[in-house]
């Protein structure tokens, strides 16, 4: 199926560090959604973006939907070890319910 | 919590056999979502259903299927089950125009 192009697929930084990571997509988007993903547990919502240059923050996470409408990114500042993680971003098209997924992120912090 | 409930958290099964997901959404809402995923495949959706009527299909195999009953809640049927069925199966709800869908924790599913 569809799917985003999302990268980087993992990071390993160290505390204190900020950290970036991006979607594209070749298809248009009327939402961009960015998920983070624990160990056995469902995605959890982070942020939610529904216009073009719309930028939304999220206590340390900032996200932004791209002019294009077909890409986003989203930066953690000053990570902590808590923000270990699998991070997905998803967008949905105009029209349509459900969501396509990126592959992830996932995020290793050093303390 | 996402308000989202998902059963059995775990499922073992062996090949052949059929299963049956369960899921009850967030209070109030009217959608409910499956969706897949795997080590490669990443999330994909599946099926999305709204009061109880199909919306929208995604890549779900002939041998699945789902319902919505009339409390909302829904059931995702996986028959014939095969080793490569193996993986999360979640289900996430929603309500309103913009769409926000809230997942639940998921149901592992191993084909043995």
């Known amino acids: 199926g569809q799917q985003l192009n999302q990268s980087p697929q993992s990071m390993f930084i160290q505390e204190g560090e900020d950290v970036s990571m991006n979607c594209t997509s070749s298809s248009i988007f009327n939402t961009w959604l960015w998920y983070k993903q624990d160990p056995g547990e469902g995605p959890v919502l982070l942020i939610a973006?529904?216009?073009?240059?719309e930028l939304t923050s999220n206590g340390r996470l900032t996200a932004q939907f791209g002019i294009t409408r077909k890409d986003s990114f989203l930066n953690i500042s000053a990570s902590i070890p808590s923000d270990v993680g699998i991070y997905f971003c998803?967008?949905?098209?105009?029209?349509?319910?459900?969501?396509?997924f990126g592959k992830g992120t996932k995020l290793s912090v050093k303390p | 919590d996402s308000g989202v409930t998902q059963t059995p958290k775990h499922l073992i099964t062996a090949t052949g056999q059929r299963v049956t997901l369960r899921c009850s959404p967030r209070s109030g809402d009217l959608s409910v979502y499956w969706y897949q995923q795997s080590l490669d495949q990443g999330l994909q959706f599946l099926i999305q259903y709204y009061n109880g009527e199909e919306r929208a299909k995604g890549n779900i195999l002939e041998r699945f299927s789902a319902q919505q009953f009339p409390d909302l809640h829904s059931e995702l049927n996986l028959s014939s089950l095969e080793l490569g069925d193996s993986a999360l199966y979640f289900c996430?709800?929603?309500?309103?125009?913009?769409?926000?869908?809230?997942f639940g924790a998921g149901t592992r599913l191993s084909v043995l």
């Open positions: 998803a967008g949905q098209g105009e029209g349509q319910g459900n969501l396509i």
């Open positions: 996430a709800s929603s309500v309103g125009y913009k769409n926000i869908q809230y």
């Open positions: 973006l529904y216009k073009a240059g």
